[in-house]
C-alpha cells in the first residue's frame, strides 16, 4: 500500500463508530516503517490474538484479571520499560514494541488492552499526566490500576497519587481515571513521537508524518495546522507553508488580532523565500 493508501485508510478507521485502536497504531507503524507491510500489520494482530489466548480461562474481578496479566505480559513475555526506551523512534510504534517486548507506557498499555480486550477482560486505558497505565473493573466503582512499563506493577491509590504530583504538582482528580477514548490515545502516541523528532532536527520528516496523520483525526486543535505551516517552511516548501499560516491567521484573528498579525509577517517571510 502506497503512503497515500495507508493515510486514507487512517482516516477512515479513525472515523468509525468504534475505532480499531490496534489498527491506528499499526498504521501509524507502516508510516514510520515501509517494510511493515500488510504482512506485517497482520502478524502482529495473529501476536495479540496468541498472547490473548495464554489467558488462563474463568477470570473473574479485576484483581484476577490484572494479576494474569502481569504474569503472561509483564513476568512470562517479559514486556517492560526503562528509560532508554524513550530515546528510541521504535518505542511507540507497536509492531516494534510486540517484537521487542519494550517500549513506552501508552504502547506497553495497548499491548495490555488489546490482549485483554481479545480476551473479554474489563480493561480500559488510564491517561494520567505523564504516564499512561491501564485499569481494570469499573472505572466509576470497584477497579485496580497496573502499570505495564514497569512489568505490570499493580498501583495503589497513593501510587497514582503520587505520580500525578510529580508530573503536575497538584492533585489527582476523578476525572484523570477516566477511560481514555482511544483516538485520544492515538493522539497522544503521536504527540510522544512529535516530541522524539522536535528533538532531533535531522528527523524532520518524522515530524511531518505525525503532524500530518494528527490532522487527520476527526478532532485536533487549529494550532495543531500552525505547526504544520511551520514544519511545511522548514522542509522547503515555502509556498504551503506560508498559506497554511495564513489559514491559521484567519482563524486567530477574531480571538487574537495582534497575534494574527504576528502569523501573517511569518507567512510573508516565508513568501519572500520563494524569490
Do not use: K
Request: aromatic share 6%; charged share 20%.
Amino acid at each position: 500500500m502506497t503512503p497515500a493508501g495507508i493515510r486514507q485508510l487512517f482516516a477512515d478507521t479513525a472515523r468509525e463508530e468504534r475505532p480499531d485502536l490496534a489498527a491506528l497504531c499499526l498504521l501509524v507503524g507502516a508510516i514510520a516503517d515501509p517494510s511493515l507491510g500488510e504482512h506485517g500489520a497482520d502478524a502482529a494482530q495473529i501476536e495479540l490474538d496468541r498472547l490473548a489466548g495464554l489467558l488462563p480461562y474463568g477470570l473473574e474481578g479485576p484483581e484476577q484479571w490484572a494479576g494474569a496479566m502481569r504474569t503472561l505480559l509483564g513476568e512470562s513475555c517479559g514486556f517492560h520499560g526503562t528509560p532508554a526506551d524513550y530515546q528510541r523512534l521504535e518505542s511507540s510504534l507497536l509492531h516494534e514494541v510486540l517484537t521487542r517486548r519494550r517500549g513506552l507506557p501508552i504502547l506497553l498499555s495497548v499491548v495490555w488492552i488489546e490482549v485483554a480486550r481479545r480476551a473479554g477482560g474489563p480493561v480500559y486505558g488510564v491517561a494520567l499526566p505523564g504516564h499512561f497505565v491501564v485499569g481494570f473493573g469499573d472505572p466509576a466503582g470497584h477497579h485496580v490500576l497496573a502499570d505495564p512499563f514497569d512489568s505490570g506493577r499493580l498501583m495503589s491509590a497513593a501510587d497514582a497519587e503520587l505520580l500525578v504530583a510529580g508530573a503536575t504538582g497538584g492533585p489527582l482528580s476523578p476525572t484523570m481515571l477516566a477511560p481514555a477514548d482511544p483516538l485520544d490515545i492515538v493522539s497522544r502516541i503521536l504527540n510522544n513521537i512529535r516530541a522524539w523528532a522536535a528533538a532531533r532536527p535531522e528527523h524532520l520528516a518524522v515530524q511531518l508524518w505525525a503532524v500530518e496523520l494528527g490532522l487527520l483525526l476527526p478532532h485536533h486543535s487549529a494550532r495543531l495546522r500552525y505547526e504544520y505551516a511551520q514544519l511545511l517552511v522548514q522542509s522547503g516548501d515555502f509556498a504551503s507553508g506560508a498559506a497554511g499560516m495564513e489559514a491559521y491567521a484567519d482563524v486567530l484573528a477574531d480571538v487574537d488580532p495582534d497575534a494574527a498579525e504576528t502569523v501573517r509577517r511569518q507567512a510573508r517571510a516565508a513568501r519572500a523565500l520563494l524569490n
